[in-house]
């Protein structure tokens, strides 16, 4: 299966790795001691564990998991040696790609094969760097300690990340056809989250391996159990926060095929106040928050009880305006009670219907009395409204929804977020972006707000 150089990479890696087994420093593993290798054992049986309770991470259609497994394999390096832990690697490795997630033979072995080339080239690197297995040299002046360990340690952790990645992107380059560039860049995206907590935490492999040294396999048990039991239950918990983010998503465009002329709004909206709060220079995650909630800004409509409503050519009497109106404080409550937002969308979507004057809703606050989210979303809101079409008129021009915002300073609008627009390209930008999207139903009977 695959083309010729996707073939022939795969040979090469196999290869590769089979030569590297094949010049391992056998001596070193089997003149390991029993202790050693009853601690080696262990260490295997751990890294088991945490291949067992790896979270998966999608990127595009390629599927990567994510472990402490490297830092197993970095204290076992700097325990037992690279040698013996090329070894480590390939049984973890094996039985994880065979038992545990259970991949096509084919993928399996290349997967195998590539953690094994890893960390051959990282012992490679380890041995030039003048490193060698056990933390006992660490004792003496700080630089003969930082020579001697920690200098072969990061780069044995920098090679083996490297060729890791380089690794998975090309194959999924070559598989598939793709540019490698792009795909190593996308992967360390998502992944990229990992590769840079991966680093970070790399030193902890090194107390794990002076906790061994200490305390022999009480020292790993000490160690390693509880890095496994906080990463499982962080992960747990962050894809329960994303399933609910999810499913909010998905009730947004739920909303949004009630009504055609609303589709693609909240996205809309969205993309416009994040732009806006970059042009105001908000900090990254204010500016994250604004954006969450924008898109969520109307998710209280997804009641049954408005379907009607909005569905309602003529005008609303006051009880459905009454009814209507409900929808923003409905959807705080849905978006506080299905996930951990922070309470900046929160209280963003609560408000994005007050207005600056004081005669909005739902709590009729003034001024900067209104969170800046909302009062951003309210800006944005209008003009996404204003540049549709709707069944009674065209869409606004830019020089007409100009002039809307500017007559409505100070009154609906946040006049520091309207000069703001206005003084940038952002609107002019925004609407050539997403006048292809328009409805455009060329039904207009009028023109009006
Ligand atoms: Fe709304």
């Known amino acids: 299966m695959g083309n010729l150089p996707y073939r022939s990479y795969v040979v090469f890696v196999g290869g590769f790795a089979a030569a590297a087994l094949w010049t391992l420093d056998w001596p070193a ?43 197993l394999i970095l204290a076992s390096a700097l325990i037992f040696g690279p040698s013996i832990t090329v070894l480590f690697t390939a049984t973890t490795g094996a039985v994880a790609e065979f038992g545990i997630r259970r991949k096509p033979p084919s993928k399996a072995l ?40 920690i200098f072969p340690f990061l780069t044995y952790a920098a090679v083996l990340f490297s060729v890791n990645l380089a690794a998975v992107s090309l194959w999924i380059a070559l598989r598939q056809g793709l540019a490698f560039g792009p795909i190593l860049t996308r992967w360390a995206g998502p992944a990229g989250t990992n590769v840079l907590y991966d680093l970070l935490v790399s030193p902890i492999a090194v107390a794990v391996a002076i906790l ?43 909303i949004e095929t009630r009504d055609p002329y609303t589709s693609g709004h909240s996205r809309r909206v969205a993309l416009m106040a994040r732009r806006m709060g970059d042009v105001m220079g908000l900090p990254g995650k204010t500016v994250e928050s604004i954006e969450t909630a924008a898109l969520l800004h109307d998710i209280g409509k997804i009641d049954v009880e408005y379907v009607e409503i909005i569905r309602k050519p003529s005008q609303l009497s006051d009880a459905e305006r009454r009814v209507i109106q409900s929808h923003s404080s409905r959807g705080a409550d849905l978006i506080r009670s299905l996930s951990s937002f922070r309470s900046e969308v929160v209280s963003a979507v609560r408000h994005h219907h007050e207005r600056y004057d004081g005669s909005g809703y739902p709590e009729g606050l003034r001024g900067k009395q209104i969170p800046l989210g909302a009062r951003i979303i309210m800006v944005c809101d209008a003009v996404d409204a204003m540049m549709s079409d709707r069944p009674y008129r065209l869409a606004l021009s830019l020089a007409q929804i100009q002039e809307e915002l500017y007559a409505g300073k100070g009154a609906q609008f946040d006049p520091d977020v309207v000069s703001g627009l206005l003084a940038s390209d952002l609107l002019d930008r925004h609407l050539e972006e997403v006048a292809p999207e328009k409805v455009g139903s060329g039904v207009a009977v009028g023109v009006g707000l």
């Open 110 to 149: 290349f997967n195998v094969a590539q953690y094994i080339v890893a960390t051959a080239s990282a012992g490679i690197a380890f041995n030039a760097a003048g490193g060698s297995a056990g933390v006992g040299a660490a004792t003496g002046p700080f630089v003969h300690f930082f020579v001697r360990q």
């Open 29 to 71: 593993v089997f003149t390991l001691s029993q202790a050693d290798l009853f601690g080696l054992c262990i260490l295997t049986i751990l890294g088991l564990m945490s291949e067992s309770l790896a979270l998966t991470i999608v990127v595009g259609q390629n599927v990567s998991n994510s472990s402490i497994t490297f830092i």
């Open 212 to 254: 061994y040294e200490e305390l022999y396999v009480g020292g790993l048990l000490l160690s390693v159990l509880p890095l496994l039991f906080i990463r499982h239950s962080y992960f747990t918990n962050l894809r329960l926060q994303e399933a609910n983010r999810d499913l909010l998503y998905m009730m947004v465009k739920a």
